[in-house]
């Protein structure tokens, strides 16, 4: 183990186990870069920001489609709200803004979840009721568990408006009220 991985992974034991970034920092160095093994489900666990309530998780599995996503949140507005995968697997800013922008390994234009030429993040919305509750679930066949496009490691962001699915470059969907870095799921 090299000198960052071995202070990286005291820090992690002895003070930040369960922070997003200790999460992040301690996949890379794991089986999925070498390609050794393959990665069949991830978990995003949702915190609010600083200008949300929003919690929740949202699970990542292998499927004969791609990946299969279902998310449960809590604490949303009633209505629709962006809903995307980001860059970064860095939740540590009150805001989000660590998380980056959408993660667009291809360089596509933004777009729909359903649209050919959008982000590999691009999820489109997810619809809140009147009790501030949400559930998504799809299989979307352009992201990945593994492999150079992997979503391991980056972050899920849910945000305060609905995704309009064209403005450039993200949707004009707003604030950023939760955000959680995908990490690879017990089996």
Known sequence: ??????????????????????????????AHDTGTSAV???????????????KGWVKFAADAGGVKIHAELEGLTPGPHGFH??????????DGSLAGGHFNPEGMP??????ESRHVGDLG???AGEDGRAVYDRVDPRLSLSGAQTIIGRSVI??????DL??????????RLSCGVIGVAKQ
């Not at 069949?40 to 929003?54: N, R, Y």
């Not at 933004?110 to 649209?115: A, E, I, V």
């Open 1 to 30: 183990m090299n000198i960052y991985l071995s202070r990286l992974a005291t820090t992690c034991v002895f003070g930040i186990l369960a922070s997003p970034v200790c999460v992040a920092h301690a996949v890379e160095g794991h």
């Open 40 to 54: 069949a489900s991830a978990i995003a666990v949702l915190h609010p920001t600083e200008t949300g309530a929003v």
């Open 85 to 94: 995968i980001h860059q970064y697997g860095d939740c540590s800013s009150s």
């Open 110 to 115: 933004h777009g729909g979840p359903d649209t």
């Open 125 to 127: 919305n997810i619809e």
């Open 158 to 163: 849910v945000h305060a408006k609905v995704d």
């Open 166 to 175: 064209t403005s450039q470059p993200a949707g004009a969907a707003g604030a």
